[in-house]
Every structure is written in structure tokens, then in C-alpha cells.
């Protein structure tokens, strides 16, 4: 296992701190416009690997893959 730079530490505490300070509908608002992002990136990518995607089928592949994940 690799070790984590201590500056890397640092912004990880630091970031945990601001999402301390912030109220429940802040983190909320937060995490859909992450998860928006995500999802955004998700689909430039499929659209670059497969341009044959409709749409439909790239919100398909990307509700598969999300449904899929493991952490």
C-alpha cells in the first residue's frame, strides 16, 4: 500500500472541516452537484468510447455502472 502524502492529508482534513461547518441542505446541494458532475463525466466518456450510444442507452450504462460500484 502506498503511503499518503502529508500534504494530501492535510487537504483531506481541511476539506472535512468545511463540510463540518456547513448546514444538512448545504451538504445535500453539495453532494447532487458532485454527483451531477460525476454523471456529466460519465457520459463525455461513453459518448468518446461509444458514439453508437443513443442516450438512452448511455443513461442506461451509467445507472449499470452506478448500481455496480464497489468501494
Do not use: C, K
Request: net charge positive; glycine share 2%.
Amino acid at each position: 500500500m502506498l503511503a499518503v502524502p502529508a500534504h494530501v492529508t492535510a487537504a483531506d482534513a481541511h476539506q472535512v472541516e468545511i463540510y463540518r461547518r456547513m448546514t444538512p441542505a448545504d451538504r445535500l446541494a453539495q453532494a447532487m452537484r458532485m454527483n451531477g458532475q460525476m454523471r456529466e463525466l460519465m457520459d463525455s466518456g461513453l459518448r468518446a468510447i461509444h458514439p453508437e450510444f443513443t442516450p438512452a442507452e448511455r443513461h442506461r450504462e451509467i445507472a449499470r455502472r452506478i448500481r455496480h460500484a464497489r468501494s
